[in-house]
């Protein structure tokens, strides 16, 4: 998907110092960002344990929660994540991030109208975002529901980031769930003409050729939700289904 970079605004206050900004008048943003700073940096169970005691004195910190829900879905922790996640949601109802990483938690625990439910309002707060429309078309394809929808949601995000391979792999994977073989093809081929070294896109297309089987779905430590490194990145969730 797409680096963290362009858009997903880290649950970590800025960096920089200016005379009009205090960024870390709270001393619980401080360490909220050295969480984020362990967590960009492939530690989430570091991040997890100085995330922790800082939320049990300020369980007021939005930033804090959306930050942990992100590290408990990396450990593999789905209903902590799922808190974290709701506990940010409460706090920061116009924040589409817990919706969104809420949704996903949601998709993994098999909650699947509640997913598209969540997926659907992270769009409704921030419509201009591809990274939503994204999810909204993996918590329908995980349902195996309104395939339709999924497709229309895969190219609502290629219109709004032409250039992210991840969007034209889900635009693929949901054109076959159709039937649309011929179509699906040509969509994992630009993902793959876009980021030639994704094995997963690529094993998708040699399935829909007829050159390998679907794969069992796998878990993978240490990816960035709605993110990932340039080096050594870790293959992204959402692309991890049979």
């Given at each position: 998907m797409t680096d963290l970079a362009q858009?997903?605004?880290?649950?970590?206050?800025?960096?920089?110092?200016?005379?009009?900004?205090?960024?870390?008048?709270?001393?619980?943003?401080?360490?909220?960002?050295?969480?984020?700073?362990?967590?960009?940096?492939?530690?989430?169970?570091?991040?997890?344990?100085?995330?922790?005691?800082?939320?049990?004195?300020?369980?007021?910190?939005?930033?804090?929660?959306?930050?942990?829900?992100?590290?408990?879905?990396?450990?593999?922790?789905?209903?902590?994540?799922?808190?974290?996640?709701?506990?940010?949601?409460?706090?920061?109802?116009?924040?589409?991030?817990?919706?969104?990483?809420?949704s996903r938690a949601l998709t993994l625990l098999g909650r699947h109208d509640e997913a598209m439910s969540m997926a659907y309002r992270a769009v409704v707060v921030e419509p201009k975002n591809p990274l939503w429309h994204d999810r909204v078309a993996w918590a329908l394809l995980a349902a195996d529901r309104q395939l339709g929808d999924a497709e229309q949601a895969a190219r609502t995000a290629i219109g709004l980031d032409p250039g992210e391979a991840h969007y034209y792999f889900t635009h693929g994977v949901a054109l076959a769930a159709l039937g649309h073989v011929d179509q699906a093809r040509q969509a994992l081929l630009t993902s793959l003409r876009l980021e030639p070294g994704n094995p997963v896109a690529k094993h998708r297309l040699d399935v829909l050729n007829g050159e390998a089987v679907p794969m069992a779905e796998k878990k993978k430590r240490g990816w960035k939700l709605f993110g990932r490194k340039e080096d050594n990145r870790p293959a992204r969730p959402e692309e991890y289904r049979p």
């Open positions: 858009s997903d605004r880290l649950a970590a206050p800025p960096a920089g110092h200016g005379p009009a900004t205090r960024p870390f008048a709270d001393p619980a943003d401080l360490t909220v960002a050295r969480a984020a700073a362990l967590f960009e940096h492939l530690q989430p169970e570091n991040a997890a344990e100085v995330l922790a005691p800082a939320l049990a004195a300020n369980p007021g910190s939005a930033a804090g929660w959306i930050l942990m829900a992100r590290v408990r879905l990396a450990l593999d922790q789905v209903e902590p994540a799922l808190d974290a996640a709701s506990r940010a949601v409460e706090l920061a109802p116009d924040d589409p991030r817990p919706l969104g990483i809420a």
